[in-house]
């Protein structure tokens, strides 16, 4: 049942592909303008910049910051955002800044970042971590405010103690919607990395975009463009993968 | 044994005192199984969470073999009506739980679980989450993860409550053959009169509300009866849930302060 599921699923996101691409062949023949190179000349260039190895540096390199930042700011998000959800002491102390900080567009402080942090990975993975911060603290704290009390209350009357609640309930109870917001978050993450890429870099996919737009070799960007995309999706693959195996729970009806 | 001395709870509510139930006294005698029954709102849940040292009495104490009660204690085990079990965790991970947290090694969890899922014949499902089993079992391996800490207190509060009437025969069924063969102290919390009279020794009726008081106490005629089930149609049973009908129609017996409180019979399910 469920091979036949993810079988399905995939045959289905293959024919979205596929009339993507075509929408792209038809709009590049009605345009005809350099500009809109096809598919084909894309994806050709997009093999051959991967076999002869140039792009694959800047692939790694946005990945190294992506990967980076999640790294940092998961585990931090998620504890703080859990510890405030079940302490309305620390609670009272968080949410005022996360009322007042969250709705700012992070992206609007680049420049202030780069002149702090410099124009290196730090600053770039900088500004990719407060975005996943961000969301997973919302989202984790209003998620570990949720969790019923009696389910905590049947836990505690087995010996548990604040730390094993957290582990055994808070936690996993809140791990759904800590997932779900790093899938909104990284795709966030990944719009604004190809910013930071875009200007004082020397790798990056989003460098290489910009780049190659400047060079005027317009298969080069496109093959760039896909590379990108292609980064995005798999992001969010990789979290649904992780919450298949980790939330196997929720699978069961 | 168990014993309430003059127990009272409350609660805070935006700076407000709430008392749930006040002026409790009481005996479970080891081995002995007590049924509370009450109307909504009279303070049984109250009552449980703090025999389970979930929450403090504001006054009074709880005593567990002479001595008082200051938290949760291992060998109390507590089933409520719903959320007892961890829906991530699958039904062998869950009644292993309380050995987890005792610190108990993966080995023995193992072996100890084994045989409380088989006494209650959920071995087939162990690997199930809760998420797939039925009412029934569900509450039958919320029964399995309280005796896995082998416990010498069985507290709970409306377990079979939201059990078609068959399913919940048939726990109560498996109820007094767990108890029949581990002699846990058992106090069980319920709206059924008719689960109140098959299953208790002592039957403790409460009412009020904001606090709830103990109304009246009744105990069933033990012994002249073979067995349990033949209990269920004698006219034993029949006259003593007319009798715990109309103790719980009467309500609080002091209850001067409750004007407007008349808990009615209602839901004699
Ligand atoms: N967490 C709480 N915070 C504040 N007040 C509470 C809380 N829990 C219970 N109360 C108060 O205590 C009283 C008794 O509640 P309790 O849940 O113990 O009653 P109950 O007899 O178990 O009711 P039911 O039969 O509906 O389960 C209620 O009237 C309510 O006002
Ligand atoms: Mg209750």
């Not at chain 1, 504890?79 to 309305?88: I, Q, V």
């Not at chain 2, 009495?57 to 089933?79: F, N, Y």
């Not at chain 2, 005792?102 to 080995?107: E, K, T």
Request: with cysteine.
């Amino acid at each position: 049942m469920r091979v036949e599921g993810n079988l399905g699923k995939a045959l289905r996101a293959a024919a979205a592909a596929a009339v993507i691409l075509l929408l792209w062949e038809l709009a590049s023949l009605a345009v005809a303008r350099s500009f809109l190179p096809g598919p084909e000349a894309a994806l050709g260039r997009l093999v051959s910049r991967i076999a002869n190895g140039s792009l694959l540096p800047h692939i790694a390199a946005s990945l190294r910051r992506v990967v980076l930042a999640l790294l940092v700011a998961a585990p931090l998000a998620t504890a703080l955002g859990l510890a405030s959800g079940r302490s309305p002491a620390l609670d009272s102390l968080v949410s005022p800044f996360v009322y007042l900080l969250h709705p700012l567009p992070k992206v609007a402080f680049l420049p202030v970042i780069m002149l702090f942090l410099g124009l290196g990975d730090v600053a770039k993975v900088f500004l990719i971590g407060i975005i996943i911060f961000g969301q997973m603290l919302v989202s984790g704290r209003d998620a570990a405010r949720a969790v019923p009390r009696a389910l905590v209350d049947s836990v505690r009357s087995l010996g548990a103690r604040r730390w094993a609640v957290m582990r055994h309930v808070v936690l996993p109870a809140s791990l759904p919607a800590l997932l779900s917001s790093l899938r909104v978050s990284l795709g966030t993450a990944i719009a604004v990395l190809f910013l930071a890429e875009s200007f004082a870099a020397e790798s990056g996919l989003g460098w290489y975009i910009v780049d190659s737009w400047t060079r005027v070799d317009y298969p080069d960007m496109y093959a760039a463009i896909v590379a990108l995309s292609v980064f995005g999706l798999a992001c969010y693959l990789a979290v649904d993968m992780a919450e298949a195996v980790l939330c196997r729970w929720r699978n069961t009806d | 044994m168990v014993r309430l001395d003059s127990v009272s709870v409350s609660y805070r509510m935006r700076g407000q005192c709430v008392p749930a139930v006040e002026d409790i006294d009481a005996e479970f005698p080891a081995g002995s199984i007590t049924a509370i029954i009450g109307p909504s709102g009279c303070g049984k849940t109250s009552l449980i969470q703090a025999m389970a040292g979930l929450v403090h009495p504001c006054s009074g104490r709880v005593l567990i073999e002479g001595e008082q009660l200051a938290g949760v204690r291992r060998k109390t085990a507590v089933i409520f009506q719903d959320y007892g079990l961890l829906p991530w965790k699958t039904a062998r991970a869950n009644a292993e739980l309380p050995l987890l947290l005792a610190g108990m090694d993966q080995r023995d969890r193992r072996s100890r679980v084994e045989s409380v899922l088989e006494e209650l014949g959920l071995s087939a499902f162990a690997r199930f989450y809760p998420g797939r089993l039925s009412g029934g079992m569900r509450q039958r391996l919320a029964v399995a993860r309280a005796l896995a800490a082998e416990p010498d207190l069985l507290l709970m509060d409306e377990p079979f409550s939201s059990l078609d009437a068959l399913t919940r025969e048939s726990l109560q069924e498996t109820l007094l053959e767990v108890h029949a063969r581990h002699g846990t102290t058992i106090v069980l919390v319920t709206h059924s009169i008719e689960e109140a009279a098959y299953l208790g020794d002592s039957l403790i009726v409460m009412g009020g509300r904001n606090p709830g008081r103990i109304a009246s106490r009744l105990s069933r005629p033990r012994g002249q009866v073979g067995g349990l089930v033949s209990f269920r149609a004698s006219g034993d049973f029949l006259s003593l849930t007319t009798e715990l009908r109309r103790a719980l129609a009467d309500g609080p017996s002091g209850g001067l302060s409750h004007g407007s409180g008349t808990p009615g019979p209602g839901g004699a399910a």
